[in-house]
């Protein structure tokens, strides 16, 4: 049985991006209820499992486009939209990132800032569909170690 | 996606690990096995993804990856 790896990890990491913002839009509720003291490590973990999630997928899927175009299996147009489509992601990711990280200072106690984590992460798993839906459009896959 | 799905997901990257110890995947089962996240894990996740033009820049090889998150 051969599956594609590239299939999994593009699962897992919607799965987690979707599950990142059910939680943080949960936290962001919970805090302006201000009833719950320990929903912002499980908002601050689930997040980061999220970015984590998808930067490994995005690295997997870049590096065997990457590959891939230094064997002539993918043309200098491919190559072009790759880089667009991953740039968008990275520049959306970088956004999620800085916004957890500040997050995280504030003290995990900024409900502003926790619905700026959550959109940018809603954010990141629209670009990252955008990605993974080109990538596989052009073959781009994982493929399993021999 | 539910509870159940995500289960699915999950172990069906512990078995593909299992099988072929791909570097990604193993990052993945590292991300998700943290259960403290702290202020330099975050700042961490800055260097996780590069330039999408690097991974083209060489005929010979792709860019490097790090999974160690």
Same mark, same amino acid.
């Given at each position: 049985?051969?599956?594609?790896?590239?299939?999994?990890?593009?699962?897992?990491?919607?799965?987690?991006?979707?599950?990142?913002?059910?939680?943080?839009?949960?936290?962001?509720?919970?805090?302006?209820?201000?009833?719950?003291?320990?929903?912002?490590?499980?908002?601050?973990?689930?997040?980061?499992?999220?970015?984590?999630?998808?930067?490994?997928?995005?690295?997997?899927?870049?590096?065997?486009?990457?590959?891939?175009?230094?064997?002539?299996?993918?043309?200098?147009?491919?190559?072009?939209?790759?880089?667009?489509?991953?740039?968008?992601?990275?520049?959306?990711?970088?956004?999620?990132?800085?916004?957890?990280?500040?997050?995280?200072?504030?003290?995990?106690?900024?409900?502003?800032?926790?619905?700026?984590?959550?959109?940018?992460?809603?954010?990141?798993?629209?670009?990252?569909?955008?990605?993974?839906?080109?990538?596989?459009?052009?073959? @781009?896959?994982?493929?399993?170690?021999? | 996606?539910?509870?159940?799905?995500?289960?699915?997901?999950?172990?069906?990257?512990?078995?593909?690990?299992?099988?072929?110890?791909?570097?990604?995947?193993?990052?993945?089962?590292?991300?998700?096995?943290?259960?403290?996240?702290?202020?330099?894990?975050?700042?961490?996740?800055?260097?996780? @993804?590069?330039?999408?033009?690097?991974?083209?820049?060489?005929?010979?090889?792709?860019?490097?990856?790090?999974?160690?998150?």
């Amino acid at each position: 049985m051969r599956k594609s790896i590239f299939t999994v990890l593009a699962l897992l990491a919607l799965a987690m991006l979707s599950a990142g913002c059910a939680a943080t839009n949960a936290t962001v509720s919970d805090q302006t209820n201000a009833t719950a003291t320990t929903s912002g490590d499980a908002f601050v973990t689930d997040s980061y499992k999220a970015l984590a999630t998808a930067g490994i997928t995005y690295q997997a899927v870049m590096q065997t486009a990457g590959t891939m175009y230094a064997n002539k299996q993918l043309g200098d147009d491919a190559k072009a939209k790759l880089i667009v489509y991953g740039n968008a992601f990275r520049g959306v990711y970088q956004t999620a990132v800085l916004a957890l990280e500040e997050y995280v200072k504030l003290g995990s106690s900024d409900a502003a800032m926790a619905a700026k984590v959550t959109q940018a992460l809603a954010d990141l798993a629209t670009n990252f569909a955008d990605l993974k839906t080109y990538a596989q459009s052009v073959g @781009v896959a994982v493929q399993e170690a021999k | 996606m539910g509870a159940a799905a995500t289960v699915a997901v999950v172990s069906e990257v512990l078995e593909l690990a299992l099988k072929v110890g791909v570097p990604a995947v193993q990052g993945v089962i590292a991300a998700m096995g943290k259960d403290e996240i702290t202020l330099a894990d975050v700042q961490a996740l800055k260097g996780l @993804v590069a330039g999408a033009e690097s991974y083209f820049v060489s005929t010979q090889a792709s860019a490097s990856v790090s999974t160690g998150v």
